[in-house]
């Protein structure tokens, strides 16, 4: 019996989001008193592969075949199926992403296993039950779920587990094949456009986000927000709005119908905080409005706020960010 | 080409949401219900394919009870053909998944399309599960889907980028924007639609893998601290040595 951990890798690096999924695979393996192996899909090296020791993890399962480097979707369900099997896992983690559950709905029907989604906590084990805290309603809610069977599936929230370091620490790598053949590759992508990302931050991972609303008037002000987020270390996001009139690609629109995000920084600039827009935003750390408008509903949703105009007050934040040392 | 929409019923996105008193249930007291935003992407866009491959029809479908009637007459005004409805309770995602995959089976739909997640529970795995239950592949989530004859292309979404995909009906494909201009329905629509034939149909099995115990709504926030706009640059001050995020 052993905790199992999926880990995803892009350009060599384990992802942030797996570094916190492989920090909640460890902790939950302590508490069930087994250990956690990671199985990594992407493209790793050895080396970065080891310092998932870090988090805990002691053995690291990868299989080189270089057809794995792209997503696809069956090859990955059955490279994660084998290793279930070998390892005698019977909890499987694996992020909130795209992958993760793309690869971790068709698991649970493989492996007959109770999967459940959007997780932000470790599970109550005790008495038996195994309880699993994960969002529900778009950010307005959360739910206690029970999981049934002897086969757990948990994506965990991005942002919601903090990746734990211990410094030396080094896990076996460990060359792993799934015999995977031309079959399992027949949905592979013809093709992988990746976009500019503004300073390389991707949104869903950022730990801090600038935000613009239709109050910024047009795609010509970007910059303001483009500059503060550049000083900070942040990723670019934005309003439904301004992505349905092309302002700023439909990648960065936040919200209820867009893509959710929990940052422990998201800065609101000429935004009203519409109920759909909290939805996406309000389970970040701290929330920060810049708004004319005094009586903006995104003020009760807020920790700081500056009632202003924001081509006034973005110059003053970004020089004082850069003031700091 | 048979096209198969799933829709779910799920509560308008302004809805203020509350829980009953245990707990134990989402309030569903004044509170409108709409077709999954999600969903209308799947929904216009095979009507779109069904337009441009006459002979095409699109059957939406519903694992609910019988007060998610009105959101599928409103699928069937926007353009759908006809509708089927489990009459059940949706249990979790596993018991819909099952209902889908059965239906798809039996009618031998070509393109199952639904929603990239449903706005309610968040599940964002009924794709998956529909896929391995049928054994085809799963496209998920998509932002375009193009067809020529049998063969489909779509964009993936993946973190920071998109997946150029070509597979062969049948296929499972969960949709988001920006695939196309969801529809609305017009007068012409929504008279035809009463008409339109609406099958209810019994569950089969009645598994479930997961049971919500409890609902709980996030903590409050304390209150906003306002920093006066002219001294703007103390709010970083403050972000690094009160909130300590930067
Ligand atoms: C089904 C549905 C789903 C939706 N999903 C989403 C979603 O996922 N995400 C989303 O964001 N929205 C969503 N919406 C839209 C949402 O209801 C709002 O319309 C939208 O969030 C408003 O965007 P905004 O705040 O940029 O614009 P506005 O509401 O127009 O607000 C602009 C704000 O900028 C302020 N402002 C103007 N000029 C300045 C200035 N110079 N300096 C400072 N402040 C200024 C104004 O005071 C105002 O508060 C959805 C709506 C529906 C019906
Ligand atoms: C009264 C009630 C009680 C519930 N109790 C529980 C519970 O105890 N445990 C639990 O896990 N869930 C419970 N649910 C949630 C319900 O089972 C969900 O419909 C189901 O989990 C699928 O939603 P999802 O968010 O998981 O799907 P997602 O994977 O997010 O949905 C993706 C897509 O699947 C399609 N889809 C989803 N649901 C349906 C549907 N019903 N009919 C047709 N197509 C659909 C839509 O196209 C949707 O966009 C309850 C729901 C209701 C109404």
Redesign the interface.
């Given at each position: 019996m052993s905790v199992l951990v999926v880990v995803e890798c892009d350009k060599g690096e384990v992802k942030k989001s797996s570094l916190e999924v492989a920090t909640y695979g460890a902790q939950l393996a302590a508490q069930l008193g087994t250990s956690a192996t990671a199985i990594a899909v992407g493209e790793a090296t050895d080396a970065s592969l080891a310092k998932l020791g870090e988090q805990g993890i002691t053995k690291v399962l990868y299989d080189k075949e270089p057809r794995l480097k792209d997503f696809v979707n069956n090859a990955y369900t059955k490279l994660i199926a084998t290793a279930a099997q070998q390892e005698d896992a019977k909890v499987i983690v694996l992020a909130n992403s795209n992958i993760g559950a793309a690869v971790g709905s068709r698991l649970s029907i493989r492996l007959q296993a109770a999967l459940a989604t959007n997780v932000v906590e470790l599970p109550k084990t005790d008495g038996g039950q195994f309880t699993v805290k994960r969002g529900a309603f778009s950010g307005k809610a959360f739910s206690d779920v029970v999981l049934n069977g002897d086969r757990k599936i948990i994506a965990v929230k991005k942002n919601s587990i903090e990746a734990q370091h211990e410094a030396g620490k080094t896990a076996e790598v460990v060359a792993f094949s799934a015999q995977l053949g031309d079959a399992d590759f027949a949905d592979a992508p013809k093709q992988v456009v990746m976009q500019d990302q503004a300073g390389g931050i991707l949104l869903p991972e950022a730990e801090r986000v600038v935000s613009g609303g239709r109050g910024m008037k047009g795609p010509e002000n970007w910059g303001l927000i483009e500059d503060l987020a550049k000083a900070l270390g942040a990723a670019t996001a934005c309003s439904k709005p301004v992505s349905d009139v092309d302002w700023r690609p439909h990648h960065e629109h936040v919200g209820q119908t867009g893509i959710t995000v929990s940052p422990n920084l998201y800065i609101a600039c000429g935004i009203s905080g519409a109920i759909q827009h909290l939805a996406g935003v309000n389970s970040s750390k701290v929330i920060v409005v810049i708004n004319k408008d005094p009586e903006a509903p995104f003020f009760k949703a807020a920790d700081y706020g500056i009632v202003g105009d924001v081509f006034d007050v973005l110059p003053k934040l970004t020089a004082a960010v850069k003031e700091l040392d | 080409m048979k096209f198969l929409v799933c829709i779910s019923n799920v509560?308008d996105?302004?809805t203020?949401?509350t829980?009953t008193p245990d707990n134990k249930e989402?309030n569903k007291a004044g509170v409108q219900f709409v077709i999954n935003?999600?969903d209308e992407y799947a929904l216009t866009r095979a009507i779109e394919l069904k337009e441009a491959n006459p002979g095409s029809t699109v059957t939406v479908l519903n694992v609910g009870e019988a007060d998610t009637e009105p959101n599928i007459r409103k699928a069937l005004a926007i353009g759908a053909d006809d509708a089927i409805r489990v009459n059940a309770a949706p249990k979790d995602?596993?018991f819909v998944?099952e209902q889908i995959a059965a239906i798809a089976k039996e009618g031998g739909y070509d393109v199952i399309l639904m929603g990239k997640e449903s706005?309610?529970?968040?599940?964002?795995?009924?794709?998956?599960?529909v896929?391995?239950?049928l054994g085809i592949?799963?496209?998920?989530?998509a932002?375009k889907l193009d067809m020529s004859g049998t063969t489909a292309t779509l964009e993936?979404?993946?973190?920071?980028?998109?997946?150029?995909?070509?597979?062969n009906a049948p296929f499972v494909a969960s949709c988001q924007?920006?695939m196309c201009e969801p529809r609305i329905p017009n007068m012409r629509g929504i008279m035809t639609a009463r008409t339109k034939p609406l099958k209810v149909v019994a569950a089969t099995g009645d598994a479930?893998?997961?049971?919500?115990?409890?609902?709980?709504?996030?903590p409050k926030?304390?209150g906003?601290?306002?920093?006066?706009?002219e001294s703007?640059?103390?709010?970083?001050?403050?972000?690094?040595n009160e909130?300590k995020?930067?």
């Open positions: - | 509560p996105t302004t203020k949401i829980f989402f935003p999600w995602a596993f998944a706005i309610d529970y968040n599940g964002f795995q009924v794709h998956g599960m896929g391995e239950l592949p799963t496209v998920a989530p932002m993936r979404e993946i973190e920071g980028g998109k997946e150029i995909v070509q597979v924007q920006p479930a893998r997961t049971q919500v115990t409890e609902y709980a709504l996030p926030k304390q906003v601290k306002l920093i006066p706009a703007a640059g103390d709010l970083i001050k403050l972000l690094r909130a995020v930067i």
